[in-house]
């Protein structure tokens, strides 16, 4: 069993609805992690979360929203999406990003998101 | 900057037989290089990294791979393939020091046949 947690595991979503995909880890890590992944493709990063502040943002479009309330826990507030933004939206954590890091990532499942 | 190359995006073996996917990296730097694999619908699980401490390194379920400087490749192998080695495989390197995240090449599906 994965020790990071999604939810939703699918969401439907019209392109004027607001929701948000939640990821929870409890190993104690202090990075944080969103990659959005279409079908047939690697994933692509995001956001990255250090010590609860974002660190990267790879010039996502801001009807993506990311919120890290504490150390365990990332959100990521949808707004106004379009139907290109379906994809599988995993999240990821590590060991703390400083210079002893490997960069091992622990992966949840992922939120399947369809936006109609 | 760092990157890495899968060559072969579908590669297909049978039952039982020997199964390499390939990856060569591209680094300034000494990298940490991971292999993951992804079930249908489902997260990416971590198969093995290589870290610097052996360069033979074993994974879960069988897989090992080796890195090879002079080659600049991390090439993935099982002996013998399961049906339930299906999957897509990816290769990654992570920038390590103050931003830990990696990149991903762009993965090869593993078919096996009876």
């Known amino acids: 069993d994965t020790e990071v947690t999604q939810t939703p595991k699918h969401l439907v979503m019209g392109m004027t609805n607001k929701k948000s995909l939640k990821c929870e880890q409890h190993m104690g890590h202090r990075a944080m992690y969103w990659y959005k992944q279409k079908a047939k493709k690697p994933p692509e990063l995001m956001f990255v979360?250090?010590?609860?502040?974002?660190?990267i943002n790879e010039s996502v479009p801001s009807r993506f929203s990311p919120e890290c309330p504490n150390s365990s826990l990332l959100n990521l507030h949808l707004h106004a999406l379009q139907p290109e933004d379906s994809a599988l939206y995993l999240c990821?954590?590590?060991?703390?990003?400083?210079?002893?890091?490997?960069?091992?990532?622990?992966f949840g499942e992922g939120s399947r998101l369809t936006v109609l | 900057a760092q990157s890495v190359t899968q060559l072969g995006s579908h590669v297909s073996v049978s039952e039982g037989a020997l199964v390499l996917l390939r990856c060569n990296y591209s680094?300034?730097?000494?990298?940490?290089l991971f292999w993951y694999v992804q079930y249908p619908n489902k997260g990416l699980q971590l198969l093995l990294k290589y870290t610097s401490a052996a360069t033979l390194v074993k994974g879960i379920n069988g897989f090992e791979a080796e890195f090879k400087k002079s080659e600049t490749s991390f090439h993935l192998t099982k002996p013998s393939a399961h049906m339930s080695d299906a999957a897509e495989y990816f290769c990654?390197?992570?920038?390590?020091?103050?931003?830990?995240?990696?990149?991903f090449g762009k993965g090869t599906k593993l078919s096996v046949k009876p």
């Open positions: 979360y250090s010590y609860e502040k974002l660190s």
């Open positions: 990654a390197v992570s920038r390590g020091g103050s931003q830990g995240n990696l990149i």
């Open positions: 680094s300034s730097v000494p990298p940490y």
């Open positions: 990821a954590s590590s060991q703390e990003v400083n210079r002893g890091s490997t960069g091992e990532l622990f």
